[in-house]
């Protein structure tokens, strides 16, 4: 199969940015850490990462109109919670796409507790940091 990984707005900070919420890791090395599982699984993958609302939308245009990605793994960041954009072009795209958090969500402030994504989601991993990652795509696999 091949993936998409997509990262939202600010997690190209991870690793530098609140290290108790989100790790040490950076992105780049969460990133090699899921190349490497894609590659010794037969699935390939590519990433991507914005902090624009309108590219990540576009990003998901892009994926379904070319028919790129058998599936997407999404960690949108805040947008998460507000985004009806995104939550719209995932629903308008046929590829199933995994919503994921490195933290659990739910254990953290009230406003985090809301997504507009998860109803159009295949299915939400959350709280088990960079292995969230590759549990959503084993579980887009399933």
């Known amino acids: 199969m091949k993936f998409l990984v997509m990262n ?3 997690l190209n900070l991870t690793g530098k940015r609140e290290k108790g919420v989100y790790g040490t890791a950076t992105l780049d090395e969460i990133n090699e ?3 490497a599982f894609c590659k010794a699984n037969g699935d390939s993958v590519e990433f991507y990462q914005s902090n624009i609302e309108g590219e990540l939308v576009n990003k998901l245009h892009e994926g379904y109109l070319q028919r790129s990605y058998d ?3 999404f960690n949108a960041g805040a947008f998460t919670h ?3 954009a995104l ?3 995932i629903a308008a795209i046929d ?5 994921v958090h490195m933290s659990n969500v739910h254990a953290r402030e009230e406003f985090r ?3 507009v994504l998860s109803e159009v989601c295949k299915g939400v991993v959350c709280g088990f940091g960079a292995a ?5 795509i084993v579980g887009l696999k399933s």
């Open 71 to 73: 599936g997407i793994i």
């Open 95 to 99: 590829i199933p796409v995994a919503e």
């Open 132 to 136: 969230s990652y590759i549990s959503a």
């Open 33 to 35: 850490k899921i190349a």
């Open 82 to 84: 507000y985004s009806y």
């Open 87 to 89: 939550r719209d072009a």
């Open 8 to 10: 939202g707005v600010n």
């Open 113 to 115: 507790h809301k997504s």
